[in-house]
């Protein structure tokens, strides 16, 4: 990479720990406590989005005597997470630059009261509590009072709010995790987070399985269908277990000390127009005019405002970045949620998607159909990652993973009404293992470790929405498609979108293994401030 733009520039200090020998995998306690509170958003995450298919399959046979959802309603209800995640990447990516990582978006009020800044309520933790009063809020559905399509608006119109909550969580964990990360191990810790969404999905399925046997003698000796309400709030209720564990750890953790000097670190210094420049604080050169430096007088950190992101982005080296992470999250998740939100045709084809026998065993063969997927291709391809991020890089593993479902989904698209379950089997269980070693898991990883911390919050949650609006668009169109045109177009769609990451990736991102992007940061604004006082000499 070249030397000026910083694209492969390392932290002394992590050399310095990787000549000793500290191997990436080998994470100290301070590690494994970060990861105990910053990945249960991530574990939510998956819970929360997958959870809804088995629970929309229980409202049908509560609701709607097993007939079909209606599909708009049937789109909201799966969908409704997803928006409200992308208001929430959106809000919460902006905030915590912008106040830190512990201050709230009640500033103006806690300065004209004068309340000291250590007790400031915190954003990081707020996702989390807007997940529980989301879930909460779900679980009050009165079905019995409201007609089925009106319980359907209910229910998904709160699963807004649980997913403004999960969205925010993003933003907030990845930034946090890599502002008290070295590099040299910033991307095992990362992979870890990320990896918990495997964990979600299976717990997901596993609570749903639990549950429904646990009803088995009403539901399905008795044929009392009604107690699938008792089921559904159950199976979301407990997601409420691993957040009420961690919102108090979240809620206490301090501020980074890498964001707070970051916010801190650099002042206005007018050049010409309306164009400034950033020097490092302290004392301003001899030769240097009063009028020339602008130095803030009060204590408190300047907020790292939307005019100055995009003062930040009008350089096109950065532009692009924010575009590539934006692009392949979006792409991606096209790909991902479309099968995933989508796992009828899937548990059709290796039969289990419970066309047979009571209510209550096809709702369980359903929940064992999810479970099945989850453990033969979502893990394996999660933990793999972990194991290689540091030796073969995040844009070679998102590359191959791209390349690998895009072989995956043209197979399945081709083969599609003449393979055997066996044959359907494989060809699923690689297309999710290369999904997970692969681009879901880069996207991610990516934008945490491209931006300097002074703005890593708001890209990462910008990236995070555009995948999001992503999964919105296949989760709406790919029923209602699938049903005009056939899955098997819809899987080509897919192979063709799984290209197009290829060509996203290779063309704006660059390799962000052992980057220290604040290093990188502060040396292009020392550069840029020695070019402008050149001029202002000339």
């Keep these: 990479m070249d030397a000026a733009t910083g694209e492969d520039e390392r932290d002394g200090q992590s050399k310095v720990q990787e000549k000793m020998g500290n191997p990436a995998l080998m994470l100290s306690r301070e590690d494994v406590g970060l990861l105990g509170i910053t990945a249960t958003g991530n574990f939510l995450d998956a819970y929360d989005y997958f959870i809804i298919n088995p629970v929309s399959t229980m409202l049908q046979y509560e609701l709607f005597a097993g007939n079909t959802l209606p599909p708009k309603l049937e789109g909201y209800l799966k969908s409704g997470a997803l928006i409200g995640s992308v208001l929430g990447q959106l809000l919460f990516g902006y905030l915590g630059d912008a106040f830190g990582r512990k201050a709230i978006c009640w500033y103006t009020f806690v300065h004209a009261t004068n309340i000291p800044t250590e007790l400031w309520p915190r954003i990081d933790g707020k996702e989390l509590l807007t997940v529980i009063i989301g879930t909460i809020l779900c679980l009050s559905t009165p079905t019995s009072v409201l007609s089925p399509s009106d319980s359907l608006i209910y229910l998904a119109s709160f699963r807004i709010i649980v997913g403004i909550g999960i969205g925010g969580d993003y933003p907030m964990s990845s930034s946090i995790t890599t502002d008290r990360t070295e590099p040299w191990k910033r991307g095992t810790v990362l992979s870890y987070i990320v990896a918990m969404q495997g964990w979600g999905s299976l717990v997901g399925s596993l609570v749903a399985i639990i549950v429904l046997a646990a009803y088995k003698h009403v539901i399905n000796d008795n044929g009392e269908v009604n107690k699938l309400d008792a089921v559904w709030r159950i199976t979301i209720g407990l997601s409420l277990i691993p957040a009420f564990a961690t919102i108090y750890q979240r809620l206490t953790l301090p501020e980074p000390p890498l964001h707070s000097a970051a916010r801190r670190k650099y002042v206005d210094i007018p050049l010409s127009g309306t164009n400034t420049a950033r020097e490092l604080q302290g004392e301003p050169d001899d030769k240097m005019e009063a009028e020339d430096v602008s130095i803030p007088v009060e204590d408190t950190p300047r907020k790292a405002h939307i005019r100055e992101f995009l003062e930040y982005l009008s350089e096109w080296k950065h532009a692009k970045h924010l575009i590539g992470t934006c692009l392949s999250w979006f792409l991606t998740n096209i790909a991902f949620f479309g099968v995933n939100l989508n796992q009828n045709f899937v548990l059709e084809q290796i039969g289990f998607q419970g066309s047979t026998g009571t209510p209550w065993q096809k709702l369980f063969r359903v929940a ?41 989904m043209a197979i399945l698209a081709a ?115 020695a070019r402008a006082r050149s001029s202002r000499a000339a």
Aim: one cysteine or more; a positive charge; glycine letters at 8%.
């Design 368 to 408: 064992t159909g999810s479970l099945i997927i989850t453990v033969l291709g979502f893990l394996p391809g999660y933990y793999l990652t972990v194991f290689t991020i540091h030796r073969l890089g995040r844009k070679w593993i998102q590359v191959q993973g791209a390349l690998m479902t895009a072989l995956f």
């Design 415 to 529: 083969k599609f009404h003449s393979l055997d379950k066996a044959g359907f089997i494989v060809c699923f269980t690689l297309l999710q293992f290369f999904f997970n070693f692969g681009a879901n898991m880069t996207i991610y990883i990516i934008p945490a470790e491209l931006f300097p911390s002074r703005y890593r919050a708001f890209a990462h949650g910008i990236s995070a929405a555009s995948g999001r609006c992503g999964a919105i668009l296949s989760s709406l169109v790919f029923n209602q498609l699938s049903k005009s045109v056939g899955t098997p177009v819809i899987l080509w769609i897919f192979f063709a979108v799984s290209l197009l990451t290829v060509v996203v990736t290779l063309v704006f991102l660059p390799e962000t293994n052992g980057r220290d992007a604040d290093v990188i940061f502060e040396k292009e604004l020392q550069e840029k401030y």
